[in-house]
DNA sequence: TCTGGGGTCCTAGGACCC
DNA sequence: TCTGGGGTCCTAGGACCC
């Protein structure tokens, strides 16, 4: 029994999105910025014509954004995970057999599909998910996720595959491995590549063709498994169900540099407050916690301040987080220092069902959990903003920098009384 | 002046134990 | 002077993904 998967891929995820709620886009060049109106993260074709690049940061990239026209956003995360929902419920009418790899990608398990004709199978998923969401995607198909991917980088180059690309013919796979780059592979990043190119591997068909033993000695075992997906043996399943995290980390740069003590204080008890969140979220309890302080990476060599501190017992209580975070924060903190980033990471993560809870404290975590179930509730209903703490403050100064943040055209009702 | 955020997994080496 | 060997746990660092 041969397996079968489709990865089903969001064209220029972000930017498509903006055009969606704005067809004037349409044919237009548009990017969209990481948080903080930093960096590029996102471009539409015509923005890739220009030679605009992945990953500049903005205020090199915006005299050619002014000078050639290019439409400008802020990112909208809001906005792009209602729509990435939209889209999965679209692929859902396919298959109950799906992982959602991530915002703009997922996997489909078409095991006993092979009966039917793919390539049609494949182009009607592209045009449903057009129809229904207004999301351009290409589909690649496959016997492994790793050559799926493949075949879905190559359908979105050839104007004759048109963003549906079924790749299971031995003939096809051996002409797409040799046309794609070893760095393009999926598990192969930039430091790889260049070790590969050092060794003679320069394409997927070469390193297809590697012994078993030069791809673990060299990529490890993660490696070994990528080359074994390239001949066609999958190693790598569907994940319905993901597992929960592992670490959870909440930060942001600040709009602008911090020195002070109260400002610090207040950005981190809403990142501390956003990682609870999460936490009780996926229904587990962390048993560490570090808060982290950064200044200019790119101008100092120490820019990292890190203090961990391990709990007494596992919580998922925000009250029990806040006060382990301004602790650590008093202890992180040094006067004079231009601080750029905070963030808080939790670890030790367990089941909440599964803390042992010590004598002493279990009074405390049974008003706390009851607590937190109710602001959980609150926050669903009238929005996170709805329920703060005195020492999240008005967060003026830290908040980021969004000049160019498009209009929650999904969630947000209020954007409906100003256009009426 | 400006340069994102949030994750995973593997390996090597040191600490520690018997 | 000499100072085994094997197992486990933890951490830091390095690689990758979107």
Request: charged share 25%.
């Given at each position: 029994m041969t397996s079968l998967f489709a990865i089903v891929d969001c064209n220029n995820f972000y930017a498509s999105c903006e055009r969606v709620f704005n067809p004037a886009l349409n044919g237009r060049p548009v990017v969209v910025l990481s948080n903080n109106d930093g960096c590029i993260i996102a471009l539409s074709n015509e923005a890739k014509a220009l030679g605009i690049k992945m990953g500049t940061p903005y205020f090199q990239a915006r005299p050619q954004l002014e000078k050639d026209g290019v439409a400008v956003f802020s990112s909208n995360y809001e906005l792009y995970g209602d729509m990435s929902r939209r889209v999965v419920e679209t692929l859902q009418q396919f298959t109950p057999n799906l992982e959602v790899y991530s915002i703009d990608e997922s996997f489909l398990d078409l095991g006993d599909f092979y009966k039917i004709d793919l390539q049609s199978y494949a182009k009607t998923i592209k045009e449903t998910v057009f129809q229904w969401t207004g999301i351009p995607v290409a589909v690649g198909v496959a016997t492994t996720k790793t050559l799926a991917k493949v075949a879905n980088r190559l359908s979105k180059k050839s104007t004759k595959a048109d963003g549906v690309l079924v790749l299971t013919d031995e003939r096809h796979i051996e002409a797409a491995l040799k046309r794609t780059d070893v760095g393009s592979v999926w598990g192969i990043g930039r430091r790889y590549a260049t070790k590969l190119a050092g060794l003679g591997i320069h394409t997927a068909w070469d390193l297809r063709n590697v012994t078993d033993g030069f791809a673990k000695k060299h990529l490890t075992v993660v490696g070994l498994r990528t080359v074994k997906e390239l001949r066609g043996e999958s190693c790598m399943e569907l994940e319905h169900m993901p597992p929960a995290k592992q670490n959870i980390c909440t930060s942001r740069s600040f709009g602008e540099t911090?020195?002070?003590?109260?400002?610090?204080?207040?950005?981190?008890?809403?990142?501390?407050?956003?990682?609870?969140?999460?936490?009780?979220?996926?229904?587990?309890?962390?048993?560490?916690?570090?808060?982290?302080?950064?200044?200019?990476?790119?101008?100092?060599?120490?820019?990292?301040?890190?203090?961990?501190?391990?709990?007494?017992?596992?919580?998922?209580?925000?009250?029990?987080?806040?006060?382990?975070?301004?602790?650590?924060?008093?202890?992180?903190?040094?006067?004079?220092?231009?601080?750029?980033?905070?963030?808080?990471?939790?670890?030790?993560?367990?089941?909440?069902?599964?803390?042992?809870?010590?004598?002493?404290?279990?009074?405390?975590?049974?008003?706390?959990?009851?607590?937190?179930?109710?602001?959980?509730?609150?926050?669903?209903?009238?929005?996170?903003?709805?329920?703060?703490?005195?020492?999240?403050?008005?967060?003026?100064?830290?908040?980021?920098?969004e000049e160019h943040i498009s209009a929650c055209y999904t969630t947000d009702l209020s954007g409906l009384l100003k256009v009426g």
């Open positions: 911090l020195t002070e003590l109260t400002d610090l204080e207040e950005a981190l008890a809403t990142h501390t407050v956003r990682c609870a969140m999460k936490l009780r979220k996926q229904k587990s309890c962390a048993g560490v916690i570090t808060v982290f302080l950064m200044t200019n990476r790119f101008t100092e060599q120490h820019y990292y301040y890190s203090r961990t501190i391990k709990l007494d017992s596992p919580t998922s209580s925000e009250l029990d987080l806040l006060r382990h975070a301004t602790r650590a924060l008093k202890q992180l903190y040094r006067p004079g220092l231009q601080y750029k980033k905070a963030g808080v990471i939790v670890s030790d993560i367990v089941p909440a069902n599964q803390v042992q809870l010590s004598l002493l404290s279990s009074q405390n975590t049974e008003r706390d959990t009851k607590l937190m179930h109710v602001l959980d509730d609150l926050r669903e209903k009238y929005g996170n903003k709805f329920v703060k703490y005195g020492v999240q403050g008005t967060g003026k100064k830290w908040q980021l920098k």
